[in-house]
């Protein structure tokens, strides 16, 4: 009955418990995340737990595909673990010679030769992070879960245990994440996470190497060990940086709906956060944060209001560029060239 009931929430305890095989049973697994949030917490509450294993960060892109073959070539795993990838083509998959995991909460995919756990396989509507769903796994390391899932704008149901561990974190239950994130502690530490993963591929692996040996967010915030130390000062470096956009950014703000902010590509990517943070403070607007990056513009959509999976892929037709994600919050790329016509297109549909 327990299992019944679970399966219109989540994933079911019987997937839970095929999860904890397929980890106990590897000797050699290899984890390959997403590069924001949801995807290194769900990484890191594994890694912890299992204490084995080999985490990849993979950079956003429009999927895992052939390309990314390289990423384990020679770490021969005997699982591989995918967490937090929207879209892994079924090439990619076909070329990997041994079990493969797949954790996500994106809109379903239809795949072959894969172990897939999505929530929405049970509840079309249950976006979950996947952050959430490694926590259903391991039940340890509650600050990192609640970190992943308030990153992902999705408040958990351990929320009140985590305030009664970390009442200086969180003192009570927020109305919406938007509130824990950019009013309460625990938003800075979810920002010190996030920028931790920008810059340079070096520098990242090295803020992913120092977060697998932090043990409580005190090392961080009250920079008690060398690690910690290290995660706070690049963080205090780059938000620097976040902070002069933001302000560049909500200086530009108008009365319009419609809510445009590109940036050039000397700048470090912060579309999502920018994004974000924009959308909390300007709750009735429809918020496009842009990068200009190789001849696109490299985005981010939100909206508090607005299906933005539905709109994206109406004005995406016809232009030379991709995107997707959730229903108020998605990400995308469009040609430079086309851009200003994907834009008509949007407030058209937006009207």
């Known amino acids: 009955y327990n299992e019944y009931i679970l399966s219109f929430l989540m994933i079911t305890n019987r997937e ?23 995807g290194t917490c769900s990484y890191l509450l594994l890694k912890k737990f299992y204490k084995k294993g080999e985490g990849i960060i993979v950079k956003s892109s429009p999927s895992l595909d052939e390309r990314h073959l390289g990423l384990i070539s020679d770490k021969k795993p005997d699982l591989l673990v995918i967490l937090d990838k929207p879209v892994v083509k079924q090439e990619f998959i076909d070329k990997i010679k041994t079990k493969i995991v797949w954790i996500d909460h994106h809109p379903v995919q239809k795949m072959k030769n894969v172990n897939y756990y999505n929530p929405r396989n049970n509840d079309s509507s249950d976006n979950r992070p996947t952050t959430y769903m490694a926590y259903s796994v391991t039940k340890s390391d509650l600050w990192i879960a609640t970190i992943g899932c308030v990153f992902d704008h999705y408040i958990p149901d351990f929320i009140e245990e985590f305030i009664k561990e970390y009442p200086d974190l969180l003192d009570r239950k927020p109305r919406d994440p938007g509130e824990a994130l950019y009013t309460k502690r625990l938003g800075k530490l979810v920002r010190i996470f996030s920028l931790n993963l920008k810059g340079k591929a070096k520098d990242v692996r090295k803020s992913i190497k120092a977060l697998e040996k ?3 967010p005190y090392d961080i915030l009250d920079r008690r060990t060398e690690y910690g130390t290290m995660l706070f000062s690049r963080y205090e470096k780059l938000n620097k940086e976040y902070e002069c956009l933001l302000e560049e950014a909500k200086n530009k703000v108008t009365h319009e709906k419609l809510f445009i902010f590109i940036y050039p590509s000397a700048a470090t990517s912060f579309t999502s956060e920018l994004c974000n943070e924009l959308t909390y403070l300007y709750p009735d607007k429809f918020i496009i944060v842009g990068r200009k990056k190789d001849g ?3 985005m981010s959509l939100r909206s508090k209001r607005i299906n933005i999976s539905d709109v994206l892929k109406k004005a995406l037709v016809g232009i030379k560029g ?5 229903d108020y919050a998605c990400g995308g790329a469009v040609k430079e060239e086309d851009f200003e016509r994907f834009i008509e297109n949007i407030k058209e549909l937006i009207k």
Request: with cysteine; proline share 3%; glycine share 8%.
């Open 16 to 38: 839970i418990s095929d999860i904890r095989e397929f980890m106990e049973e590897s000797n050699n697994p290899v984890f390959l995340f997403d590069d924001d949030c949801d």
């Open 296 to 298: 696109e513009i490299r």
């Open 322 to 326: 991709y995107g997707g994600g959730h």
């Open 214 to 216: 932090i043990d409580s």
